[in-house]
């Protein structure tokens, strides 16, 4: 069993920046892809971005790209998702989530959206 837990959310204006953490813990964070989800009022929850578990692949949704930036701390059992230039659409609750895929970094394409554990979340609100 993984568990997961999120920080580092909050409420931010437009243009300003924030960095999501998640925390895994329960077992050895070695082997598992990591991602980050959000989900905004009224709408499915959508992927945001994904990185294999020695961190060479990332994978972002184009809403994100080149604005946030997706990377783990093997050493520390954490991932991180530091959001730039915010826009007000970008406010929803943000999920971490992880999935095993062993110790092969294109195993990450299999499965690309199907996670196993997943965190409580944390809210992020980007102020107009």
């Known amino acids: 069993q993984v568990q997961l837990v999120e920080s580092g959310g909050g409420l931010v204006q437009a243009g300003g920046s924030l960095r999501l953490s998640c925390a895994a813990s329960g077992r050895t964070f070695s082997g598992y892809a990591m991602g980050w989800f959000r989900q905004a009022t009224g709408k499915e929850r959508e992927f945001v971005a994904g990185i294999s578990w020695s961190g060479i692949i990332t994978d972002y949704v184009d809403s994100v790209k080149g604005r946030f930036t997706i990377s783990r701390d093997n050493a520390k059992n954490t991932v991180y998702l530091q959001m730039n230039s915010l826009k007000p659409e970008d406010t929803a609750v943000y999920y971490c989530?992880?999935?095993?895929?062993?110790?092969?970094?294109?195993?990450?394409?299999?499965?690309?959206?199907?996670?196993?554990?997943w965190g409580q979340g944390t809210q992020v609100t980007v102020s107009s």
């Open positions: 989530a992880s999935r095993y895929t062993g110790r092969n970094d294109y195993n990450y394409w299999a499965g690309r959206n199907d996670y196993n554990y």
